[in-house]
């Protein structure tokens, strides 16, 4: 069994649906605010390539391993990182999101890198040289395997810990970048949890983490995107005060930065008259949205609706345009997921993920422009939106699935690295140029 991004479906998903795309309600058309940013994204793991010392990398060559194939080369990107760059300049945006990795700035406890300092701190400058303002996101799941071995965000050291890590990485980059993302996506597992997944999936992932402890020879190996359920409310605490006190490292380096974390938020829709919808959203959400009061914006990552009755989750409509996996492709959720965030934070809003696996480019490009009619509509409404990051720059490693989902703008020769556009990237590239749907 595998799980998509945020959806699942029986093994051997249905092939890709090539029905027409949901239409957005008819919204005012019209110039997005100058300034506004139009950016696309890429993290370290999964486009970089050798990340050995990392918690993922072990995992994925640990046996028995939920990985379908190991990151290995991924991308090139920790030496194309300026081609990289340049495609992104290429599509007319003007800003790029991209992860630090812990494991090569820590890859021992206490020992820091100068060198993968610099190196981080060389892609900052080449942003600002093209003119992208950087949104650096600190923790894209990825962790040192130290850090996983002591337990990971289980671990009550791991909020001083990241802390210590932040600092070092805020000292050298914090002042030259334009957005600061503490975490990537930190409620991810409790988001799955609602999945109605069989239990060999959470066996399995239990598995492959109780052999990385047994190899290493300490009681508890965790990885936050691979964490066993049993454990999310024991990590949630820890990781809530390691988001805070990451939030104040970086801002006592550079006060006017603004600092938040990515949330994976669903466009969630009550169905009837009782409906898990609230439950849904106090267990996923509330305890993230209600920290992110404090923080200087929220990062909104979606990727689909889910319709919910007294019972739980509904399947998919029939005739939805699906995903790779079977999960249904619907635009309007991201402007709702946005509404919905916005509503309870009451802070500007940055889009850091959106976007569709598919090997049908026809899908994303017909996605894109449907899904910022409801972004456009959202901020008509008042709704403070900074910007748009899609998901993702190029086809990269998709975690548990390996190279086999696509969200890419840019396709990846495996053999080569060389980058090819889809026609998406037209597509997106024409909206960014003209900020303006």
């Known amino acids: 069994m595998q799980i998509d991004r945020r959806t699942a479906l029986k093994a051997g998903a249905a092939m890709l649906a090539t029905t027409a795309l949901p239409s957005v309600a008819a919204q005012s058309k019209g110039q997005f605010p100058s300034g506004f940013l139009w950016g696309a994204a890429t993290s370290g793991h999964q486009t970089e390539g050798n990340n050995t010392a990392s918690d993922t990398w072990f ?56 060198a993968m300092l610099d190196h981080y701190s060389r892609i900052v400058d080449g942003c600002r040289e093209r003119g992208l303002t950087p949104i650096v996101t600190f923790n894209h799941f ?39 993302v503490t975490m990537n996506e930190p409620n991810l597992m ?15 992932q239990r598995a492959m983490l109780a052999a990385a402890a047994k190899s290493l020879g300490v009681p508890k190996f965790s990885a936050v995107n691979v964490a066993n359920q049993e454990d999310l409310d024991t990590q949630l605490p820890i990781m809530l005060k390691a988001h805070a006190m990451a939030r104040t490292a970086i801002k006592s380096i550079a006060p006017a930065l603004p600092v938040g974390v990515s949330l994976a938020i669903s466009d969630d829709q009550a169905v009837g008259a009782t409906t898990k919808r609230d439950q849904k959203r106090a267990e996923c959400y509330g305890a ?45 959720s991201l402007g709702n997921a946005v509404r919905y965030a916005h509503s309870v934070v009451r802070k500007p809003v940055l889009v850091t993920e959106h976007g569709v696996g598919t090997e049908d480019d026809s899908l994303r ?17 008042g709704v403070p939106v900074k910007g748009y990051v899609h998901w993702s720059l190029i086809d990269n490693f998709e975690w548990i699935f390996g190279y086999r989902p696509r969200y890419g703008l840019f396709a ?15 597509v997106y590239g024409a909206i960014a140029r003209s900020n303006s749907l």
């Open 59 to 114: 995992l994925e060559h640990t046996q028995p391993t939920a990985f379908a194939e190991p990151s290995g080369d991924a991308c090139n990107s920790f030496e194309l990182w300026p081609v990289d760059l340049d495609l992104v300049r290429s599509l007319g945006l003007n800003s790029y999101r991209f992860s630090v990795e812990w494991a090569r700035i820590e890859p021992e406890r206490g020992k820091y890198s100068s």
């Open 142 to 180: 990825t962790s040192p395997r130290w850090f996983a071995a002591a337990g990971g965000w289980s671990n009550p050291e791991a909020p001083t810990l990241f802390t210590r890590y932040c600092e070092q990485v805020a000292r050298r980059i914090a002042p030259r970048i334009g957005y600061a």
């Open 190 to 204: 409790r988001l799955l949890g609602w999945l109605g997944l069989p239990p060999q999936v959470f066996e399995g």
């Open 288 to 332: 993230w949205l209600e920290a992110a009061k404090q923080d200087d914006f929220i990062g909104v990552q979606n990727y689909d609706r889910a319709q919910l009755d007294a019972k739980g989750t509904l399947p998919v409509p029939k005739g939805a345009p699906l995903n790779w996996l079977g999960g249904e492709i619907y635009p309007a």
């Open 365 to 381: 490009a017909g996605l894109i422009p449907k899904a910022l009619e409801g972004l456009k509509a959202a901020m008509d409404a």
């Open 412 to 426: 990846v020769d495996r053999q080569t690295f060389k980058r090819t556009a889809k026609p998406s990237a037209a």
